[in-house]
């Protein structure tokens, strides 16, 4: 599906923005130089007739994306927690995007839950309300258990979403494959890699089992965080298309006002989230990956409720470390520090000058570290960063898009709560904490025992490897460099035999 005929997609895009009268919204927003404003209306304005319309009660650009599918609200979804980047009014207006989208019929969505469960909705739930939120991908009911009498949430995929979803990603990539024909610079960017990131991302979200499954395991990861929960998964009234978990009570997180009444404190709150974000992505490496305050609620003890489960990031322990020596680096300011995290991960290609990169570092932080608080952006940081790392070759780091995706929506939800919020003061204790417990001496002692546990595994075959090695090795007569990494071969695994990870590094050192 991925040919030509997308052109119209891409085209429909254009046009759909110059119908609904978003175009001009859009530029102002993002404050579009001349030139780019007369191309965008000459490209636009001739097609303004193959654009959707929309619904005119609604404002234009919203509107828009509405319009356009559920890949367009999601991208209007990030930019309603960024204020600081399209405005305050454009912001409050795309928060529609969130959970206040146009429902489907409580009719259709019966008829997906017997569908999918087998049995009459009437048995399951004595009282299955309308839809309380509706969101790009699926709807939301309250409902109550006959049998238990317990208030629960049930979700519901929305009717033909997958292939909506699909239509945009064909078009997506499409535009991807032009971008790398028209311009080769941008391949070192790898875009038609970054869509297929998003296209896992996404299909993953399109199957409610999966969701199930990771707002279980949060759940786990998270039971002990102070002032955090998530809702219980009700498994056996859960499939493909639907879900049920308890039901989340509480005021909404980007509901100022509803939470001044209830008496919550807002600048705890905004400190709180982001935290709370920082925690579960570098002492567990998942995190939840659309913190928008459409997915979060705070109940009457002050607690923030996590809700939607269907885009969960993951980053492993390596990639944990580095994105969190970067942060400290940035924090303590020590830009050389930074850049040889950079250059020890390969980020950076290892030909080119690390004083220079760690010179050019430290005109990204310090302008922004002599900002007043209000000021400071961990969004705008990384913007300043990409500028910088693209001019020393590094290319785009796919496991990393949702991690700093989330961290720019995390940032702009923390500051629609507190606007003078410090950024960096609030990161700090959480990242300080990470360092000192995985790259210190206790970091290295638990990589050992690891590496003891790994190579133990290899007891039952040793006498195999070992004969494999010497046969080898009476064989041939190896290069020095072979020769050598066999005697470490042979190291390793005569540590594993006598079971310690000590014996065999020492071994292999030598």
Known sequence: MRGPHNILRLIRTGATLERTGAMGVVLDAFDAPKPLRVAARLLGWPFKWLGYSGDPSVPPVPRALTALGPAYIKFGQVLSTRPDVVGEELATQMRVLQDKLPPFSIAEAKQTIESELGVPVDSLFSHFSEPVAAASIAQVHKATVAQSGETVAVKVLRPRIEKDFRKDIDAFYFAASMIEVLSPSSRRLRPKDVITHFEGVVMGELDLRLESAAASEFAANTAQDAGFQVPAIKWDKSSRRMMTLDWAEGVPLGDNAALDAAGHDRVALSERVLQLFLQHALRDGFFHADMHQGNLKVAPNGDIIALDFGIMGQIDEYTRRVYAEILFGFIRRDYKRV??????????????????????????????????????????????????????????????????????????????????????????????????????????????????IVLARFGPRLPTLMEQLLIAQAQEKPEPSQDKARLIMLSLIFGAAVGGGFVAIVGALF
């Open 339 to 452: 850049a040889e995290v950079h250059f020890e991960a390969g980020y950076v290609p290892a030909d080119r000058d690390v004083d220079a990169f760690a010179r050019a570092l430290r005109a990204v932080g310090e302008p922004i570290f002599g900002m007043d608080a209000t000021r400071i952006s961990m969004g705008r940081l990384l913007n300043y960063l990409f500028e910088v790392t693209e001019r020393f070759g590094m290319e785009t780091r796919t496991e990393l898009i949702l991690l700093q995706r989330t961290m720019v929506v995390v940032e702009g939800v923390a500051r629609s709560l507190d606007p003078r919020m410090n950024i960096w003061d609030v990161a700090r204790p959480i990242v300080e904490d990470y360092i000192k417990t995985s790259i210190g001496p206790r970091a290295f002692a638990k990589d050992l025992g690891k590496t003891a």
